[in-house]
């Protein structure tokens, strides 16, 4: 509220302006150029494109985001940027302009940034906002899933899969409220509990004690099936306000020796032996992967322990295995076969599921050599024989399906090739025109050839 | 003889319609083409390759005679450099842009490393005309030549003096010059787009090859090369080099805050997924990162708005890498990037929530493995420099929390003494009036002072091994027992004191005792030995092998020093220990 001019020596640039802190220390200090449009306000994460020229008090220019030519986008509120600017940005409209002057406490402060900012310096920012948007937090960031931040949460973990929440959520489809609860689930258990896979996905991008709306669009929501438990029609978009109010944080590695490491891993153990009974492979598999990361890497351990290590890390590679082998990932089960054979190279069950593996990865030929390893090992294991005669029975199948296979490949390849080379010059030649398109595509095979 | 065999088959060659020559007929031109420019003709082959009768010919077999002629220009005999300059042009005009690419990269592929800079020097210009012919289509083969002058630069050594970067020996410099001309249409192009529609596709082919020469040009050889500052070396082509390759990024659209908060900013974790290590190798940007915070390279194009603690983040990634390498100019970088990145953030600032983010203590990890196990000596003190400086800024809650992680697993005696004088630095520090926190005093000290108050195998603890932090912890003890009066029990010393009596003083005493019982008797049998073999105190007896090399034998007098010097240790411990016990006594005592 204070509109105050101080005279300073050497200043070229006025301070004044309305004091936005949070604190009242006048540490930023905004002036408003030109009134923005609208009444909405960027959130908390929030990407936001600016441009910006920032001097020092004496006038010098030290960067500006005009001269790159280049908008600079950030999300807002995470302390990406300096503090005045997480304050500042958060206060403007679309289309506004405005003058901030930041104390050093907000800048840079004693350290300063070298080359360009000396220490102890306020700087003066002339910014402008273009716009804002809410953060699309899926992965391959196709905007099925954008957030708003309500309050931020703190630390920078996450819950993962398998982790516990407890939380407070709110799913709303156009206004009208469908599904509001709190609850306490653990990640991956949603679907059974009726939500949608945006909501776990939400879940996992949020930090202790975070508040947020998440829009979220059919793929990520009921789909096109809907749901008929909350009345959700085919093909709607979402609105759930989540709250994460807690989740388990995990003990990092390093915040345990090795003697703690193998008692939590013991706990661990039984832990995703329960889920594994239960069916849920998924977090059964999470459990026995904290062993491997605690114990893989531990170097500092007593010939007694060590001993201790070798059989929990075997135990949640075998593990691990067979829940890949429930959950259809061949590829993931085939490696952790693989890590539970360096540890013992003969070991029946390591071989036995690499064989299964093998099998539903359609390589009959070393899943057969597995299981005759099994046979030789262990000649009592019936199972093993079994399935060798069942990988012969593939391998004969596999054949004649090849012979049949060769018989007319030539003439596919041919096929093919042909085709592949049309596509792409239907890519190159799609601007000048489509009539053309026959002449070029003679004249560029002529061009392959030479 | 050569001369006329080349005019005869291009005689015949006249004839023939629609270019379809024989494979004899491009034998025949080679071998005697070779020969001719060999020999010095190259005036007459000149004459018949400017021939206009000849020019399907030379269309199809010219770029054939490329390998001799550039054998030629690279010997760089006056009298027929003109000539060969010319057929080169000529070629360069006539033959199939694609023939010539083969062709001239093969020359450069084949170039050995005394001639390298030279071979990139001559045909750079003459590679460059050719890519540019192909219009539109070039941009694979751009990149496949950008990939094979890169590999042959790579091969260059990289100057280490002031000295050696000015003469450029072998021509490195000399060759990073030229190919910032050589890639400079290229870079036009994009930026020209770029600025038409102010966005380019990520995957236009010609930007992606442009990308992968910046990021192969970070990691060989600009990751290789200390660069000096403009103080020590006013004109620096290695330092334009790095300059204009981190404008290139920025001219094909990529941001550099970006690249810098990739792997902190990235959604998902994908290790080892391959097309994000192709693309942005993180060695690459582990390298851009130190040319933009440590030598100030092309700080103009790098926004000045960002957070330090928040470039801190990102730079971890790129630390914790440089860190994790045993090779000296690795971990030279990586300490001063960190070292760079901790001097913009304030003292006891960082919050202990980092210390969620696993780089925080992968970090910390990597550099007791060089402050313990790094031959460099200069290495080591830089590292501890920054460990310090490390430490100094953390908050005061981060500190405890570090200092309690680093205890439990740096298993290093010397650096947990390190960590234990820290820790008594801290309690000092907060003992001073105002100063007081609930870390370092009361019941949140308590815990840790466990961690530093014991003896892992009890009496039976190797006193020697662990002397750095047997010394420092009986040193914080002492201090808190006489520092912190019992009245006043602000640490909580006190409260705890019978405890650390029963499980740290008295298993501390009896180890000593047996230790000091042992050796006095070990020195004993030893001097009364030597007494008996007197006559032969040189004979060895016990010999040490420390990597595949035997260590000099100790003699008898050696032994009895070490034995000697080993009782001097037990005694600096026990004096200590002797102290603290007296200190405990008087408190028991009741004042009289």
């Avoid at chain 2, 629609?18 to 003709?41: K, M, P």
């Avoid at chain 2, 808190?480 to 004191?497: A, P």
Wanted: negative net charge.
């Amino acid at each position: 509220m204070t509109a105050e001019e101080v005279v300073t020596e050497g200043c070229s640039i006025p301070v004044e302006g309305e004091d936005i802190t949070p604190k009242k220390d006048g540490g930023v200090l905004k002036m408003v150029k030109k009134e923005g449009t609208g009444s909405e306000l960027p959130m908390t994460g929030d990407k936001v494109f600016v441009h910006y020229v920032g001097t020092l008090l004496d006038g010098t220019q030290f960067d500006s985001s005009r001269d790159r030519g280049e908008k600079f986008s950030f999300e807002l509120g995470k302390g990406q940027v300096i503090k005045a600017w997480d304050i500042g940005v958060a206060t403007m409209k679309t289309g506004e302009i405005c003058k901030l002057i930041c104390k050093p406490e907000y800048a840079y402060g004693a350290a300063g940034s070298p080359p360009k900012i000396p220490p102890n310096a306020t700087l003066v920012f002339q910014v402008e906002l273009f716009e804002f948007h809410g953060e699309d937090i899926t992965d391959g960031e196709d905007g099925g899933i954008i957030r708003r931040i309500i309050t931020k949460g703190e630390g920078y973990t996450k819950p993962n899969e398998g982790a516990s929440v407890e939380v407070c959520l709110v799913g709303r489809h156009e206004e009208r409220v469908f599904d509001e609860r709190e609850l306490k689930f653990e990640v991956g258990d949603g679907e059974g509990l009726g939500m949608p896979p945006g909501v776990e996905k939400a879940l996992q991008s949020m930090e202790q004690g975070e508040e947020a709306l998440f829009t979220i669009k059919p793929k990520y929501g009921y789909g096109t099936a809907g749901s008929s438990k909350f009345d959700i029609p085919p093909n709607a978009t979402l609105q759930y306000t989540i709250k994460l109010k807690a989740f388990e944080k995990a003990k990092e590695s390093w915040e345990m020796n090795s003697y703690e490491k193998l008692e939590q891993s013991v706990i661990v153990k039984e832990k995703g032996t329960q889920y594994f009974k239960e069916g849920k492979y998924k977090q059964a598999a999470v459990q026995y992967k904290r062993i491997v990361s605690w114990l893989e890497h531990e170097s500092s351990m007593e010939p007694g322990e060590e001993e201790k290590s070798k059989v929990l890390r075997l135990a949640a590679h075998l593990n691990l295995a067979m829940c890949y082998l429930k959950l259809q990932e061949a590829s993931s089960a085939l490696e952790s076969c693989d890590k539970a054979l360096e540890l013992d190279t003969n070991n029946e069950k390591a071989l036995f599921r690499r064989g299964e593996a093998l099998v539903v990865m359609k390589e009959f030929d070393r899943a057969r050599a597995d299981f005759q390893r099994v046979t030789q090992l262990y000649p009592a294991n019936k199972a093993a024989k079994s399935q060798i005669v069942l990988c012969q029975k593939h391998i004969k199948a596999q054949h004649e399906k090849d012979k049949r296979l060769y018989a007319n490949m030539f003439q596919k390849f041919a096929e093919r090739d042909a085709k592949k080379e049309a596509d792409q010059e239907k890519e190159q030649e799609k601007k000048p025109n489509g009539s053309a398109m026959e002449i070029e595509e003679n004249g560029a095979q002529e061009q392959t050839a030479a | 003889m050569a001369l006329e065999q080349l005019s005869d088959v291009v005689q015949r060659c006249q004839a023939i319609k629609d270019e379809s020559y024989s494979s004899q007929d491009y034998d025949l031109f080679l071998a005697a083409g070779r020969t001719c420019i060999e020999q010095g003709d190259s005036a007459q082959v000149l004459s018949i390759l400017v021939d206009e009768k000849n020019k399907s010919i030379v269309r199809c077999m010219g770029w054939n005679l490329l390998g001799p002629l550039v054998q030629m220009l690279l010997k760089k005999e006056d009298k027929n450099l003109p000539h060969c300059h010319a057929i080169l042009s000529h070629l360069l005009e006539v033959c199939s842009p694609k023939e010539l690419l083969v062709g001239l990269l093969e020359q450069v592929e084949e170039a050995d490393s005394a001639s390298i800079a030279e071979t990139l020097t001559l045909l750079l210009k003459p590679l460059q005309t050719v890519l540019l012919r192909l219009g539109m289509k070039k941009a694979s083969s751009v990149g496949m030549a950008l990939s094979t002058l890169l590999s042959q630069v790579a091969r260059l050594p990289v100057p280490v003096t002031k000295e050696q970067e000015e003469d450029d020996v072998f021509g490195l410099c000399c060759c990073c010059t030229a190919l910032l001309q050589f890639v400079k249409p290229f870079v036009e192009e994009i930026k020209e787009i770029v600025k038409d529609n102010n966005r380019i596709s990520k995957d236009n082919e010609l930007r992606v090859e442009l990308l992968k020469f910046c990021m192969k040009s970070l990691s060989e050889p600009l990751l290789e090369v200390q660069l000096k500052d403009p103080d020590t070396l006013q004109k620096s082509p290695l330092r334009d080099f790095a300059t204009e390759i981190l404008m290139i990024l920025s001219n094909i659209g990529e941001s550099l805050p970006d690249l810098l908060s990739r792997n902190v900013l990235k959604r998902r974790e994908v290790p080892g997924f391959l097309e994000e290590e192709v693309r942005y190798p993180k060695e690459s940007l582990a390298c851009m990162c130190h040319l933009l915070f440590v030598n100030h390279i092309a700080v103009d194009i790098f926004p000045a708005v960002l957070s330090s603690v928040f470039v801190l983040q990102c730079n971890m990634e790129y630390i914790e890498l440089l860190l994790s390498r045993t090779e000296g100019s690795r971990l030279q970088k990586g300490l001063e990037l960190y070292e760079k990145s901790l001097v913009r953030v304030e003292d006891n600032s960082l919050p202990v929530d980092l210390l969620e983010l696993k780089t925080f203590f992968s970090v910390p990890q990597n550099l007791v493995k060089v402050l313990t196990l790094c031959p460099d000596q200069t290495l080591r003190t830089k590292g501890l420099k920054v460990f310090q400086l490390s430490i100094d800024k953390f908050s005061t809650e981060a500190k405890y929390k570090f200092f309690r992680g680093m205890l439990k697993t740096s298993h290093h005696a010397g650096v947990e003494g390190y960590i234990i004088k820290n820790i008594k630095n801290q309690i000092d520090f907060s003992l001073k009036p105002c100063n007081g926190n609930e870390w370092f005093l009361g019941k949140h000290l308590l815990p840790l002072l466990r961690l530093v108050l014991c003896l892992p195998h009890g009496p039976e603890t190797d006193l020697l091994q662990n002397l750095d932090r047997i010394m420092e912890s009986l040193n914080l003890l002492r201090y808190m027992l006489i520092r912190d009066k019992e009245w006043e029990n602000e640490t909580g010393i006190w409260t705890e004191l019978y405890k650390i009596e029963d499980h740290y003083l008295k298993p501390m005493r009896t180890g000593l005792n047996m230790s000091k019982a042992h050796y006095e008797a070990e020195l004993k049998s030893m001097k009364a030995n030597k007494k008996i073999t007197s006559k032969d105190s040189q004979a060895s007896v016990c010999t040490l092998t420390v990597d595949n090399e035997k260590l000099p034998d100790m003699t008898p007098e050696m032994q009895i020093q070490v034995l000697q010097s080993a009782l001097f240790t037990f005694d600096l411990i026990e004096s200590v220990l002797a102290r603290i016990e007296e200190i405990i006594e008087a408190k028991e005592r009741p004042l009289s």
